[in-house]
């Protein structure tokens, strides 16, 4: 969502990127408040530019995302160097915020309103060349997962228009991307004008020239039928889910407010399976929540173990300020919870390299994303499931869907061998 915003900032503001930032007329930072760590991040990477406004005092520095939202004013309080503070539906605005900043006839200003008319205007820059690419179809969060502070820095859930994704998309598909991935915070809850989220997907199918569609993030209760038929039944809808489950134990989802059980989660887990045999599903999980026994954190292990999900993003909990699990007092020592985070980590690290060993022999699509990261001369892509997978092979099939026989597996990706060019795409 951030990668998304930082791309729309960049359209808004319609200036030359520079990557020396002593060369910069205007610094905006873009920033994360889900973590203390991300939120600290923020408020140091912030205090490197300090230095540079000394020299140049027409600089103009703006902070803006979930920490400028949470902070809003307190920040020009505490960095007397900083001059624009926007928050994360304000980004329409940035033009005339940045102008009247040039022109004197504001200085030193936030604009943190949720009352904005169009949320998603302004469409995100897209990299030439670029295969893939965001498609935001929702803001906000309407949950009530009380560890969480996404509901007070994104505000309520707004759902965009069909024509206007369509038309993102189509865009999209003229500068020669071939993937798109919606995105939301409960994405699968979408609904607007009477179309459902399953209705959405079918709708973007049907757009030409769009080989793959992925979307993230969902949320386990709005997991419908017709989400599982769309999964099983659309060609061009990749073979994966990201279904964050945060706790294996009932005790703390219900603490959680995350509105499922266990056993209602394993039963979506088996209906996606059912449908879709290969499906690749994912997900994020909180250790450390406040009053987390070790047989609470067992019960999570035993999920990993039970569900043996392609991959996992796990974080100690953190407290966030205004929420209303930063108050319980049975909080959990760091000590303890990284402990467990490391053993959490082990044991999905041994789960997904299984899973990508067991890949090996299997031909699998794959849409060439562009040169390797990490293997000079060779060609990397994904797999509908999202597989990362390496294979020697020229530039030029950049964006071609190609067949690979995969021949290793690693922890985070796979390496193969090209077997045959797809026709026609
Ligand atoms: N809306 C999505 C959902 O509920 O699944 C994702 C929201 S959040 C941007 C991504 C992940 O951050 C969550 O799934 C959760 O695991 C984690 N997270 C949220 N609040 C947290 C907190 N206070 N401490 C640690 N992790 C947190
Ligand atoms: Fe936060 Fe996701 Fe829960 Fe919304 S659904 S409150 S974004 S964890």
């Known amino acids: 969502m951030n990668e998304y915003d930082s791309a729309r900032i960049r359209n808004a503001l319609g200036l030359e990127l520079t990557e020396n930032p002593k060369k910069a007329d205007v610094i905006i930072l873009n920033t994360c408040s889900i973590r203390e760590k991300a939120d600290q991040k923020a408020l140091s990477s912030l205090g490197r530019f300090k230095n540079l406004k000394a020299k ?31 928050g994360t539906r304000t980004i329409p605005l940035l033009p005339k915020l940045i102008s009247d900043i040039e022109e004197k006839k504001r200085r030193r200003t936030v604009e943190t309103s949720f009352d904005i008319e169009d949320v998603f205007e302004i469409e995100p820059y897209h990299e030439e060349g670029k295969v893939t690419a965001y498609v935001s179809v929702q803001q906000g969060c309407n949950k009530f997962c009380i560890y969480c502070i996404v509901p007070t820095v ?49 709708r973007i199918a049907e757009i030409e020239g769009l080989l793959r569609i992925r979307f993230t993030t969902s949320y386990p209760r709005d997991v419908s039928g017709k989400l599982i038929e769309a999964m099983r039944d659309i060609p061009k809808l990749c073979k994966h889910i990201h279904l964050p489950v945060q706790s294996g134990s009932n005790r703390v989802l219900k603490r959680m407010k995350r509105t499922y059980a266990r056993e209602s989660y394993m039963d979506i887990v088996r209906r996606l399976r059912d449908a879709v045999p290969d499906i690749a599903i994912t997900t994020d999980i909180i250790v450390g929540f406040p009053g987390e026994t070790e047989e609470d954190f067992n019960n999570t292990m035993t999920l990993l173990e039970e569900v043996e999900f392609d991959g996992t993003f796990s974080f100690n909990y953190s407290p966030r300020p205004g929420t209303e699990a930063a108050t319980y007092t049975d909080q959990i020592p760091w000590g303890i919870s990284n402990k467990r985070l490391i053993r959490l980590q082990e044991l999905q690290g041994e789960i997904t390299k299984r899973k990508n060993v067991e890949r090996v022999g299997r031909v699998e699509e794959v849409l060439v994303e562009g ?20 294979f020697p092979g020229d530039r030029s099939l950049t964006s071609r869907m190609v067949k690979v026989r995969i021949t290793e597996g690693f922890q985070n990706s796979l390496r193969g061998k090209l077997e045959e060019i797809n026709q026609g795409n």
Not at 173 to 192: D, F, M, P, W
Not at 371 to 390: A, C, K
């Open 154 to 202: 994104r505000g309520k859930e707004v759902n965009r228009p069909v024509e206007d994704i369509e038309r993102e998309v189509n865009n999209l598909i003229k500068k020669g991307v071939k993937e798109i991935t919606l995105i939301g915070q409960t994405v699968n809850s979408y609904r607007r004008d009477g179309v459902k989220f399953s209705q959405l997907l079918w």
């Open 56 to 86: 140049n005092p027409n600089l103009i520095i703006g902070m803006g995302g979930c920490v400028a939202q949470l902070y809003g004013e307190k920040l020009l309080d505490r960095m007397p160097h900083l001059d624009l503070v926007f």
């Open 371 to 390: 040169l390797s990261r990490n293997d000079p001369g060779w060609i990397s892509g994904r797999t509908t499931q999202n597989r990362v997978v390496n």
